[in-house]
């Protein structure tokens, strides 16, 4: 599975983004999926996650209310939907993929990446 996320840009503080992730390979629909990013200095973080079949979804707790995370697996895509945007989302955004139904917050769980894609938030 190949991964190519896109979307990210310059946005004022409470404006809003809408992140992609386009995948190859014809099992994608079995895995789960989830964003992740990275601020400098900082290590990579949990950002929401989605189930293979896209009925479950989990977020962390710094962007629940305002992020949402869903899939059409028919066009192999993955979208990160932000909203209310603050300038500590500032970061390098990554799309991720596991060959598991079930999604996970840590990194480690995955088994693709995204190329990542940079999202900057001013004030």
């Known amino acids: 599975v190949q991964l190519q996320a896109s979307g990210g840009g310059l946005v004022q503080a409470g404006g809003s983004l809408r992140l992609s992730c386009a995948a190859s390979?014809?099992?994608?629909?079995?895995?789960?999926v989830g964003w992740f990013r990275q601020a400098p200095g900082k290590e990579r973080e949990f950002v929401a996650a989605l189930t293979a079949s896209g009925v479950n979804t989990d977020y962390s707790d710094s962007v629940k209310g305002r992020f949402t995370i869903s899939r059409d697996n028919a066009k192999n895509t993955v979208v990160l939907q932000m909203s209310s945007l603050k300038r500590e989302d500032t970061a390098i955004y990554y799309c991720?993929?596991?060959?598991?139904?079930?999604?996970?917050?840590?990194?480690?769980?995955?088994?693709?990446w995204g190329q990542g894609t940079q999202v900057t938030v001013s004030s």
């Open positions: 390979g014809r099992t994608f629909s079995s895995y789960a």
């Open positions: 991720a993929a596991r060959s598991r139904p079930a999604s996970s917050r840590y990194p480690g769980a995955y088994d693709y």
